[in-house]
Nanobody, 119 residues
């Protein structure tokens, strides 16, 4: 079983920055892709960004230019740098990873970390 553990959430003022981190508890296989999702109060979970082993990244239009996903050399670790935060960025942020590379694969989710942006 693989568990994803997020950290780095918290309370920040509008215009501020936060950096979220996510690391798998075990690396028995490589997760690919890895990404971040967000669930705001009363809304569905939405995609924010993803990255592949080859460092191909995708960002949602709502965060493009403000959020940056990155994947260091450390296996099954991913970061989300969030700048110019807005009150509408408030929500629970979830890390995601898919693996193994052969069928059947499955999706893994972290427990979520709260981000609150005050106006």
């Amino acid at each position: 079983q693989v568990h994803l553990v997020e950290s780095g959430g918290g309370l920040v003022q509008a215009g501020g920055s936060l950096r979220l981190s996510c690391k798998a508890s075990r690396s028995i296989f490589v997760l690919n892709p890895m990404g971040w999702y967000r669930q705001a109060p009363g809304k569905q979970r939405e995609f924010l960004a993803s990255t592949t082993l080859g460092n191909t990244t995708t960002h949602a239009d709502s965060v493009k230019g403000r959020f940056t996903i990155s994947r260091p050399d450390t296996v099954n670790t991913v970061y989300l740098q969030m700048n110019s935060l807005k009150p509408e960025d408030t929500g629970v942020y979830y890390c995601h990873g898919r693996g193994p590379s052969t069928l059947p694969y499955r999706d893994y989710w972290g427990q979520g970390t709260q981000v609150t942006v005050s106006s």
